[in-house]
């Protein structure tokens, strides 16, 4: 049960920082940080796959909801959610292979969780950013804003990590 409020804790605070501050952060429309991202990231990496789509939906509709956006971000972090196990098989190293942890740079190391976050937070503004334009023809262009966006994304994901109290 302390495990859960945990989780729910981690889900409230992603959320309200996302549509607060993070919403309000837009580089001249090419840098667009989705923290909320991590609450995908840091769930238990024995969580079975049907638990982690739902939360995963659950994520991205309650974005959605605030942000008005139609569908967009839940089908971005379904897809981040599918890839993630597929993500961590790739990454998994033994000290992070403790299927109870959640992963993080304190118990699987700093190396392994940037490498995680980078690909799972690719996957999902990729998803993301070619969902809401729906057409190639500025390829370039959004994928600038994907790569962009990823790395800024993916610094706050990294820092939230480092000062994040552990249980």
């Not at 989780?7 to 409230?12: A, E, G, L, N």
């Not at 370039?140 to 800024?152: I, P």
Request: hydrophobic content about 55%.
């Amino acid at each position: 049960m302390n495990r859960t409020l945990h989780y729910v804790i981690y889900f409230v605070v992603l959320i309200v920082l996302q549509l607060l501050i993070f919403n309000n952060i837009q580089f001249s429309g090419y840098v667009n940080p989705y923290v909320y991202v991590m609450f995908i990231l840091i769930l238990p990496m024995a969580i079975p796959s049907w638990i982690l789509l739902l939360l995963s939906f659950m994520t991205g509709f309650v974005i959605d909801i605030f942000s008005g956006t139609m569908g967009v971000h839940a089908f971005a972090t379904v897809m981040a959610g599918f890839a993630r196990p597929w993500v961590i098989s790739l990454n998994v190293t033994a000290e992070s292979s403790e299927p109870e942890t959640s992963p993080s740079s304190q118990t699987s190391g700093l190396r392994w969780f940037f490498i995680y976050a980078v690909t799972v937070v690719f996957i999902h503004h990729l998803s993301l950013f070619f969902i809401e334009v729906f057409s190639f023809s500025n390829f370039f262009h959004t994928l600038l804003r994907v790569l962009l966006s990823t790395a800024v994304t993916t610094f706050f994901i990294v820092l939230f990590d480092i000062i994040r109290p552990r249980r």
